[in-house]
C-alpha cells in the first residue's frame, strides 16, 4: 500500500542512532604454552609452510637481543606448521589457528582479536616464507620504544637489500603499489606490500580503528592498518630490511592473475575512502 513519505522531514533533536561496526572475527582456537615473557610479540603468519617455517624460527633463535615473544597465526594447515610439539622446540608461546583456511587478513584478525587481551606494548609481523632476515627484529622494536605507532621494513630504503625479485613485482610495487598507497595515505613510503612490518599497541586498540570488517577477506587489512596508522596522526617510518625470493623459481600464495589483482583492488578502497 503507498504511503505519504514527506520529501523534507521536519528537524529533530533526536537523530536516528548509528548502528556499531560488524565486528567480524573468524573461527579460531587459540593454543597457549607458556605465559608472556616480554614487551613485544614476533606474529609469524603460516599456511602449509613447515620446511620455510622451520628455517625461519632456526634464524629467530639466533636474533639478539631477545625482547619478544613469538606467536604462530596459522591458517588451517594441514602439514603440522602448528603442531605443539614443533613450535616448542624454538620456544614459540603459542598459536591462534583458524578452523578453515580463510586468508591472510582472516589470520590477521584472529590474531589482532588475541593479542587485544595481551600485555605487549607492540606487535612485529612477519610471513611464514622465510623471505625476510629476522635478524632486523631489534629494529622495529626500537622505533616502537620511539613511541612509532607504525613501522614498515622496506628492502628498497638505504641499507635494504633485496635479493631475486622477480622483475614484474619490483615494477608494480615501486611504480604502481607503492605511489598509490602514498597518495592515498599522504605519506611517502617505499615497500608498501611488503607484511614485515609493526603496530604499536596504542594504535591497534585506538577505537577509530576498524580492523574487523567483513570486507577484508584478502590482503585488505594490510594496507587499511596501514594507511589507517599515518592517517590517523601516529608516527610512521620505514627500517631497512633484507627480502629474498628463492633462486631458481618463484612461488608465492598470490598468484598471477586474479592474485595480483587482489593486491592491487584494497589501494582502491583506500583511495575513495570505502573502508571509513
Known sequence: MFQYRPMFAPATSHPEPVSAPVRDVPAYRPM????????????????????LVEKLLERVAR?????????????????????????ERFG???????????????????ALDWLEHQPYKGVILINGNNRDN?????????????????????????GGRHVNTPWIRYAAIRFVHAPLFSLSSG????DTTNGYRAFSHAFLTDPRVSAFQPTFRKYEIEQYLACKAIRLGYRATEVPVERSYPVGGYTSHIKPGLGWVSMLSPLFGLLFRRYD
Open 63 to 87: 636474533v639478539t637481543p631477545r625482547r619478544f615473544d613469538i606467536m604462530f597465526g596459522d591458517d588451517g594447515s594441514t602439514d603440522g606448521s602448528s603442531d605443539r610439539r614443533f613450535l
Open 92 to 110: 614459540v608461546r603459542g598459536v591462534t589457528r583458524l578452523e578453515r583456511n580463510g586468508g591472510l587478513s582472516a589470520n590477521i584478525k584472529a
Open 134 to 158: 629476522p635478524a632486523t627484529i631489534p629494529n622495529f622494536i626500537e622505533k616502537l620504544d620511539q613511541g612509532y605507532g607504525y613501522v614498515q621494513g622496506s628492502r628498497f630504503r638505504r
Open 32 to 51: 597457549e604454552f607458556q605465559r608472556a615473557a616480554h614487551d613485544y610479540v614476533l606474529y609469524i603468519f603460516v599456511y602449509n609452510e613447515r620446511v
Open 187 to 190: 605519506k611517502w613510503m617505499t
